[in-house]
């Protein structure tokens, strides 16, 4: 089986080919002739003979690129569960299997338009034995927030039970449940007798259960609220002379160190230079120049998401990404709305394009023009 995309001028596909499997023909027509939501909608071409499979991907995102964005925790989990969920009642409710589902984090794509996940329906895929549950629950523990002890339970807890029989609709709702379980509202917790409480005290300013010795401590370390000044005398300032600091701190600095010889020259190996890339603005928009600072580096306006921010509305939130490979510079689009331009020529999402010096880029309407600098300063590259 073999996957490609396509990019045309309104829509986004994903060409599943070489996956003519033997299937029921009950279950292409009940795919053709209802609207199944949580499925990749798609068509059937055959080429030369050949079956392809295209799935209108257009406005989606792949799970593999949204987890790649940020590492995995309980709310995405918790969205997953949930779409499981959706997922396996509808397959049952029209006689499928979902076995025949690729279960894969490259080929379940979130849909913006409807907030939910959409499956990879393959008709006769289940044959062959490959991507299940149990191979999603892997990649997903290689990408989860190990800062977040809810998700790192929850992650094992979905693979251990999918290892120890298959994973259906109850074990989707008890690991739900267990989330609801361990959840507990923000005013639940009682300052009552608590340190937080004694830190605090009451209106009046007085701190309960509390010596002088000790009233006088927390009233010093409390924290002073805006506009109320703290009682008492108040302490002077003492007046630092910066400048005398500085002057003496430069005397030091020539006389202790000889001038730098500024007619010797320092060369460096080949080895030592190394080749930074830059984005320099073309528009006439509000953009300015980008300079790719790390790998991957990720193009949008997502500030929270993104290292280079664009202002223009027409640019998607997470709208391409530049990375290295032997050396070489690669952009990706991440199916963007209004696409990604090289030379002209639209960029398939998922596609990684070679760039060179002098090539011409579009961010859907803002223009760029890549130049390369060498120095003897090195990037650094995201793992």
């Not at 003519?20 to 023909?25: T, V």
């Not at 998700?151 to 074990?171: H, K, P, W």
């Not at 430069?250 to 080949?270: G, M, N, Q």
């Not at 930074?276 to 193009?299: A, C, H, M, N, Q």
Request: aromatic share 10%; net charge negative; charged share 30%.
């Amino acid at each position: 089986m073999n996957i490609e995309f396509l990019r045309t001028a309104k829509k986004s596909y994903m060409i599943v080919k070489d996956a003519d499997y033997p299937f029921e023909q009950y279950e292409l027509k009940m795919i053709q002739h209802n609207t199944i939501s949580c499925l990749l909608e798609f068509q059937i071409i055959i080429t030369d003979g050949k079956v392809e499979y295209w799935y209108d991907v257009t406005g989606m995102q792949s799970l593999e690129k949204q987890y790649s964005f940020d590492a995995v925790g309980k709310k995405q989990l918790q969205v997953l569960l949930q779409n499981l969920i959706d997922m396996k009642s509808a397959m049952e409710e029209y006689l499928l299997d979902d076995a025949d589902i690729c279960f894969s984090l490259s080929m379940i794509f979130y849909d913006r338009f409807s907030e939910k996940l959409r499956f990879c329906f393959i008709p006769g895929f289940r044959e062959q034995k490959c991507q299940g549950l149990q191979k999603l629950f892997e990649e997903i523990l290689q990408q989860l927030d190990h800062s977040d002890p809810a998700a790192v339970n929850l992650g094992y807890e979905m693979y251990e039970r999918c290892v120890q029989s298959e994973f259906v609709i109850s074990d989707c709702v008890e690991c739900l449940r267990m989330c609801a379980d361990e959840q507990k509202p923000a005013d639940a917790v009682s300052d009552e007798g608590g340190m937080s409480g004694l830190l605090l005290g009451d209106e009046g300013g007085e701190f309960p259960d509390a010596g002088e010795e000790e009233l006088e401590f927390l009233r010093e370390s409390q924290p002073q609220k805006r506009g109320r000044r703290r009682k008492g005398k108040k302490e002077k300032k003492k007046f630092i002379n910066y400048r005398k600091i500085l002057e003496d701190e430069r005397e030091v600095l020539y006389t202790a160190e000889a001038l730098p010889d500024i007619e010797k020259t320092e060369l460096f190996s080949a080895e030592d230079l190394v080749r930074s890339w830059e984005l320099v603005y073309k528009g006439d928009g509000l953009e300015t120049d980008i300079r790719l600072t790390e790998f991957p580096f990720l193009v949008g306006t997502d500030s929270q998401k993104v290292i280079g921010v664009l202002q223009s509305r027409a640019v998607s939130r997470v709208h391409a990404g530049f990375f290295l490979k032997e050396g070489k510079l690669y952009l990706e689009d991440y199916n963007s709305t209004n696409g990604t331009y090289l030379n002209q020529k639209l960029v398939p999402m998922n596609t990684p394009m070679e760039v060179h010096e002098g090539d011409r880029i579009v961010f859907a309407t803002e223009e760029y023009a890549v130049f390369c600098r060498w120095s003897a300063g090195g990037l650094t590259q995201k793992r």
